[in-house]
């Protein structure tokens, strides 16, 4: 029975899509509809259970609704699910997220809103900048850099990308830092260097006016 409301409901649509002076199969839904259990959306009624074709001010869309969710199947097998709290799966039909797929996904270019703050602030003068040494502790002790998970906590949790993004600018801000401070201690060793190489052309100078006195007495 469900197979052939199916059938008329895209039959409807169909109808609706190639018609061009019917109205018949738009702002109606086909479908499993007990009781009238029907809700309103934008002004048209939708079944909890239906397909239908609505027509908006200039164009039409297909509306689907499955009141306790909606899977999309290929060769017998679900291929795309949305749950009733809208999460949306792709090759699982437990989705966790808003979006959760299982395998890889092939893209362009990803964006991701921050809902972290950027870590400019560790450029600010009042920032605790950890001395090299308290990090070499800490490695020692933990076996990975600070404010960055474990290996096991990854395994556990996996990563969340827009925070690890932020976490791993940190680190290289914070690089920057020690970068800045190790190159301004090498220009103070090469300045000493230079005065130590003066002192002692100096040195030797002095050495050897005071070997010709020596021999001239």
Aim: glycine share 6%; net charge negative; no cysteine.
């Amino acid at each position: 029975m469900r197979k052939i409301i199916l059938s008329i409901a895209l039959l409807g649509i169909t109808f609706g899509m190639n018609s061009q002076n019917q109205t018949i199969g738009l702002n109606y839904s086909f479908g499993f509809n007990p009781d009238n259990d029907n809700f309103t959306y934008n002004g048209a009624s939708l079944g909890n259970y239906a397909l239908g074709w609505y027509m908006l001010t200039s164009s039409a869309e297909a509306r689907l609704s499955g009141y306790g969710g909606i899977k999309l199947f290929t060769n017998k097998n679900p291929r795309l699910t949305i749950s009733y709290n809208g999460n949306v799966g792709i090759g699982t039909i437990n989705p966790d997220m808003k979006l959760t797929v299982k395998g890889n996904i092939h893209a362009e270019e990803v964006k991701i809103d921050l809902n972290v703050p950027a870590p400019d602030y560790v450029f600010k003068k009042d920032y605790y900048l950890r001395s090299i040494e308290e990090v070499e502790d800490f490695i020692k002790e933990n076996s990975h850099l600070p404010e960055i998970p474990s290996a096991k906590e990854f395994e556990q949790n996996g990563i969340m990308q827009a925070e690890m993004d932020m976490n791993l600018l940190k680190k290289i801000e914070e690089l920057t830092l020690y970068t800045i401070q190790q190159e301004k201690k090498i220009n103070k060793l090469e300045k000493e260097n230079e005065s130590l190489k003066l002192l002692a052309t100096q040195f030797e100078a002095l050495q050897k006016r005071l070997e010709k006195l020596e021999n001239s007495k």
